[in-house]
């Protein structure tokens, strides 16, 4: 998403004096906000969501979700006021109806409790996702031991090591690679959660390669395109801002990693809030550059807010610092478009 960089508001000076023709008004008395693009929704919670919005259009509530459908306060809220009903465990949900699958995806253990509790289901497991646990069944297959470097207790990180149980062993964070066994040196590869800091990652590869040398990388970067994206903007803003606020979830991992990337380019303060309402105003003492965010879970009407708030506090030149263009867009998941195209081929023949 693009926003129109708008004309910089005239400058305010101090009686008596003058700011010469072509100079930029002091520093001190431009209030601005760098507004990173891309930011909020990628391809994978933008299906998702919608994922469960025709489902409760199509069906009826409620429908059953196990897990949050995404990691965002908002919009878990949102939908249970529209029908949906979050559940941690297969097994809650009633016998014969519907459940879907999280953006995060889910073991093969549970596909088979939904089959054993007689559900019927949806996988709105984000297709990038899909695409690791199919790299995990193919490496297993070829009797690899497979490095999953990712956050102990994250349901992506459980989705994907209940692919290949026996071969996966989880890696969090370059602290934690001295700790690796494997039974052959030579027949090593890693994955990673889509979620995580690019650097992060890199950084605990290098240090697995330096244990195993002949460490080898899976056929294409497993961190998401849109995570990839957010955090380069972040970095392109970070060293100019006094503040980053990045609005997204605590248990959001890409969010929480978009706070580290701001600190790690160069802001002086970084923090994360699910909305305006969560901004303390003494982060703003001394601060003229704001720099503003959302994680990959967020809609854009939480950034508004955020921007309003600011606005109503001086910061109303707002600059959209530009990282990449997204085009990208998933199908809904496959259950979901065959019943919404019998139902419309019954409305058409009726």
Same mark, same amino acid.
């Given at each position: 998403?693009?926003?129109?960089? +708008?004309?910089?508001?005239?400058?305010? $000076?101090? @009686? !008596?004096?003058? #700011?010469?023709?072509?100079?930029?008004?002091?520093?001190?008395?431009?209030?601005?906000?760098?507004?990173?693009?891309?930011?909020?929704?990628?391809? &994978?919670? @933008?299906?998702?969501?919608?994922?469960?919005?025709?489902?409760?259009?199509?069906?009826?509530?409620?429908?059953?979700?196990?897990?949050?459908?995404?990691?965002?306060?908002? $919009?878990?809220?949102?939908?249970?006021?529209? &029908?949906? /009903?979050?559940?941690?465990?297969?097994?809650?949900?009633?016998?014969?109806?519907?459940?879907?699958?999280?953006?995060?995806?889910?073991?093969?253990?549970?596909?088979?409790?939904?089959?054993?509790?007689?559900?019927?289901?949806?996988?709105?497991?984000?297709?990038?996702?899909?695409?690791?646990?199919?790299?995990?069944?193919?490496?297993?297959?070829?009797?690899?031991? /497979?490095?999953?470097? !990712?956050?102990?207790?994250?349901?992506? #990180?459980?989705?994907?090591?209940?692919?290949?149980?026996?071969?996966?062993?989880?890696?969090?964070?370059?602290?934690?690679?001295?700790?690796?066994?494997?039974? =052959? +040196?030579?027949?090593?590869?890693? *994955?990673?959660?889509?979620?995580?800091?690019?650097?992060?990652?890199?950084?605990?590869?290098?240090?697995?390669?330096?244990?195993?040398?002949?460490?080898?990388?899976? +056929?294409? =970067?497993?961190?998401?395109? %849109?995570?990839?994206?957010?955090?380069?903007?972040?970095?392109?803003? &970070?060293?100019? %801002?006094?503040?980053?606020? $990045?609005?997204?979830?605590?248990?959001?991992?890409?969010?929480?990693?978009?706070?580290?990337?701001?600190?790690?380019?160069?802001?002086?303060?970084?923090?994360?809030? @699910?909305?305006?309402?969560?901004?303390?105003?003494?982060?703003?003492? !001394?601060?003229?550059?704001?720099?503003?965010?959302?994680?990959?879970?967020?809609?854009? #009407?939480?950034?508004? &807010?955020?921007?309003?708030?600011?606005?109503?506090?001086?910061?109303?030149?707002?600059?959209?610092?530009?990282?990449?263009?997204?085009?990208?867009?998933?199908?809904?998941?496959?259950?979901?478009?065959?019943? *919404?195209?019998?139902?419309?081929?019954?409305? %058409?023949?009726?």
């Amino acid at each position: 998403m693009t926003a129109a960089t +708008p004309s910089p508001s005239p400058a305010t $000076v101090p @009686d !008596g004096a003058t #700011v010469p023709d072509g100079d930029a008004a002091p520093r001190e008395d431009r209030r601005r906000v760098l507004l990173a693009a891309p930011r909020g929704y990628c391809a &994978g919670v @933008d299906r998702a969501v919608i994922a469960v919005e025709k489902a409760l259009e199509q069906y009826g509530a409620p429908v059953y979700v196990r897990h949050e459908i995404v990691h965002n306060k908002y $919009v878990v809220k949102t939908l249970e006021k529209k &029908g949906a /009903i979050f559940v941690e465990e297969t097994a809650e949900v009633p016998e014969g109806n519907i459940v879907i699958f999280s953006a995060h995806g889910v073991a093969p253990v549970v596909h088979d409790e939904a089959k054993q509790g007689k559900l019927a289901t949806i996988d709105a497991t984000c297709p990038l996702v899909t695409k690791v646990h199919k790299e995990a069944v193919r490496y297993a297959k070829e009797d690899f031991d /497979i490095l999953l470097i !990712g956050h102990e207790g994250h349901e992506e #990180v459980i989705g994907t090591s209940g692919e290949a149980p026996d071969h996966i062993t989880l890696v969090d964070g370059p602290e934690d690679v001295k700790n690796i066994e494997v039974r =052959d +040196p030579d027949k090593v590869v890693w *994955l990673s959660q889509t979620t995580l800091s690019v650097d992060e990652t890199m950084e605990t590869v290098d240090a697995i390669k330096g244990r195993y040398p002949n460490l080898l990388s899976p +056929p294409s =970067d497993d961190i998401c395109y %849109a995570t990839q994206n957010r955090q380069t903007a972040v970095k392109q803003m &970070g060293a100019e %801002a006094d503040l980053v606020i $990045v609005v997204g979830s605590k248990n959001s991992s890409n969010s929480v990693r978009l706070v580290e990337v701001a600190l790690g380019a160069g802001a002086r303060a970084a923090h994360l809030v @699910d909305g305006a309402e969560e901004i303390d105003e003494s982060w703003l003492e !001394g601060v003229t550059t704001v720099g503003l965010t959302s994680g990959a879970s967020v809609p854009e #009407v939480l950034v508004h &807010g955020v921007l309003d708030w600011l606005a109503q506090r001086g910061y109303e030149d707002v600059e959209t610092v530009k990282a990449a263009e997204e085009s990208i867009t998933f199908s809904l998941p496959k259950e979901l478009r065959r019943d *919404l195209r019998s139902e419309a081929k019954t409305a %058409a023949e009726g």
